[in-house]
């Protein structure tokens, strides 16, 4: 049975939260992100609400203070979500465009036409969602660290799915990210994570 438009996205908000603790908890602008990536859409305050009142209810979702959010076999937080206001939901939205705009100028810009990134898909194959989830954040954690040691250009711009993340880079360090994550990957004992090109 459909739950409705106000939960439309909620499968998407527990991805996006699935496998986070309390050490690395999943912040508002950080759902935004999820959404607009996964759905290329955004929701109101209120569907929000109704999502995470949702997940909770079964279990899913768990709050930390500060509206932060990990996942529900935690035995930490609150299994009763705040309401997050209007007035929040706009200013998380802000930090998120904020952070994609500055991750986005980043890049190289060629003469008159603008930023051309290459897209890679980075991907876990299935084994266990909670260790997967941790594998893919200390994954891309580590791209960003040892990319800017490197002078490479190499952006993961979303990190919330529980298997997967895609990476931002130039045509002219694309070789050597994706052979930098098959370094990374193989020290965090996952050799088999894979990385594609997606089309432009």
């Known amino acids: 049975m459909s739950r409705g438009l106000t939960e439309r996205y909620r ?7 699935a496998g986070h603790g309390p050490e690395d908890p999943v912040e508002l602008w ?17 569907e929000l609400n109704a999502s995470l009142a949702s997940l909770a209810a079964e279990g899913r979702v768990r709050e930390l203070p500060g509206h932060r959010y990990i996942e529900g076999r935690e035995t930490v937080g609150s ?12 200013e998380a939205r802000q930090a998120y465009s904020d952070w994609f705009a500055r991750a986005y100028a980043s890049l190289p810009r060629e003469p008159d036409e603008g930023p051309l990134p290459v897209r890679l898909l980075v991907e876990l194959p299935e ?16 791209l960003v660290d040892s990319a800017g040691r490197l002078g ?16 931002w880079t130039t045509p002219e360090h694309r070789d050597r990210v994706v052979g930098l994550i098959g370094d990374l990957a193989a ?10 090109a997606k089309p432009g």
Not at 11 to 17: G, L
Not at 32 to 40: F, G, I, K, P, T
Not at 79 to 90: D, F, G, H, K, Y
Not at 187 to 196: A, C, Q, S
């Open 152 to 167: 490479l250009e190499a952006i993961p711009m979303a990190g919330f799915d529980e298997r997967a993340f895609e990476v």
């Open 79 to 90: 299994t009763t979500m705040t309401p997050v206001t209007t007035a929040e939901w706009a």
């Open 187 to 196: 020290d965090l004992g996952r050799p088999d994570i894979t990385v594609v």
């Open 11 to 17: 499968e998407t908000i527990a991805r996006a939260i």
């Open 127 to 142: 084994r266990g969602g909670h260790q997967d989830a941790r594998v893919i954040d200390a994954l891309g954690r580590a």
């Open 30 to 46: 950080m759902i935004h992100e999820a959404v607009d990536y996964r759905e290329r859409d955004m929701i109101d305050a209120a």
